[in-house]
């Protein structure tokens, strides 16, 4: 079983920063391929990042590149996203997601605004 809870959104103002968590509380291997998707209101789910199995192979979506890192900690079954310089149109719910699977976690709200 796969349970991914994710925690970490909230409101925070331009330019700011907040880190996601995503914590997969389930028994089987957290060793796949994981990223993070964002859905704005009104808007298709968008891929924000993908991070390989060992951690070793990222990729970022042009709207996110040099200001969001993913990273993951296996031995704490838990992905991460660092989002820096925020700004008001990175406002969405966040997911975390396994691709083996399609396992979902069930979203974090992030809102940017003064």
């Known amino acids: 079983q796969v349970q991914l809870v994710e925690s970490g959104g909230g409101l925070v103002q331009p330019g700011g920063s907040l880190r996601l968590s995503c914590v997969d509380s389930g028994f089987t291997s957290f060793n796949y391929v994981m990223n993070w998707h964002r859905q704005a209101p009104g808007k298709e789910l968008e891929l924000v990042a993908d991070?390989?199995?060992?951690?070793?192979?990222?990729w970022y979506a042009d709207s996110v590149k040099g200001r969001f890192t993913i990273s993951r900690d296996n031995a704490k079954r838990t992905l991460y996203l660092q989002m820096n310089n925020l700004k008001p149109e990175d406002t969405a719910v966040y997911y975390c997601?396994?691709?083996?699977?399609?396992?979902w976690g069930q979203g974090t709200q992030v809102t940017v605004s003064s």
């Open positions: 991070i390989t199995s060992t951690g070793t192979i990222t």
């Open positions: 997601h396994r691709d083996y699977g399609n396992y």
